[in-house]
T-cell receptor
Framework: GAVVSQHPSRVICKSGTSVKIECRSLDFQATTMFWYRQFPKKSLMLMATSNEGSKATYEQGVEKDKFLINHASLTLSTLTVTSAHPEDSSFYIC??????????????FGPGTRLLVL | DAKTTQPPSMDCAEGRAANLPCNHSTISGNEYVYWYRQIHSQGPQYIIHGLKNNETNEMASLIITEDRKSSTLILPHATLRDTAVYYCIVSRMNFGNEKLTFGTGTRLTIIP
């Protein structure tokens, strides 16, 4: 149980284009999902908290207009990197918090999406 | 969330127990200790968490000191697949939507 998927696993795009990354909780409901990014040899940095049916909460220094987050259902959150530039190249990872009463109330992570902007 | 301190790297022989320490001297009463690991180029994997009592599951054991200022993650019989970066995190995640703040973790290398 407690599986989180991400799609795509890897994407290469041209500078100036937008890229959408999906995060799904496959066997549990998640009212809250989180988006992280990770640069090579660095730790995970939280970008934003995604709440189902409401606006996302962004961490300090993260541009909300550049990283659009939508959490339209209890099992799906999307991150759209708008007008991507080479400096946006990174490993993007989502996590979902099991909000069910039988869940461990911990976060489960997706496998990550590697974005390369040329 | 309280900060944690972990050694940057450790080695362990295959088949032996791997003991990973974590200091969290400023932990507050409602903060849990969580352990995750990240194998290269993958998302973090949940291992175990606890509040006061020692915990054990199919992956590992978590020993928390009585004063809760430190803990040890134990992998009882390490295999090569346990090579990863291990993160110790303290969080009030059982309450509301508290975040996980990742530190630099311990890079554990299992030696054949």
């Amino acid at each position: 149980g407690a599986v989180v998927s991400q799609h795509p696993s890897r994407v290469i795009c041209k500078s100036g284009t937008s890229v959408k990354i999906e995060c799904r909780s496959l066997d549990f409901q998640a009212t809250t999902m989180f988006w992280y990014r990770q640069f090579p040899k660095k730790s995970l940095m939280l970008m934003a908290t995604s709440n189902e049916g409401s606006k996302a909460t962004y961490e300090q220094g993260v541009e909300k207009d550049k990283f659009l987050i939508n959490h339209a259902s209890l099992t799906l959150s999307t991150l759209t990197v708008t007008s991507a530039h080479p400096e946006d190249s990174s490993f993007y990872i989502c996590s979902a918090r099991d909000s069910g009463s039988s869940g461990k109330k911990t976060q489960y992570f997706g496998p990550g999406t590697r974005l390369l902007v040329l | 969330d309280a900060k944690t301190t972990q050694p940057p790297s450790m080695d362990c022989a295959e088949g032996r127990a791997a003991n990973l320490p974590c200091n969290h001297s400023t932990i507050s009463g409602n903060e849990y200790v969580y352990w995750y690991r990240q194998i290269h180029s993958q998302g973090p994997q949940y291992i175990i968490h606890g509040l006061k009592n020692n915990e054990t599951n199919e992956m590992a054991s978590l020993i928390i000191t009585e004063d809760r200022k430190s803990s040890t993650l134990i992998l009882p019989h390490a295999t090569l697949r346990d090579t990863a970066v291990y993160y110790c995190i303290v969080s009030r995640m059982n309450f509301g939507n508290e975040k996980l703040t990742f530190g630099t973790g311990t890079r554990l290398t299992i030696i054949p």
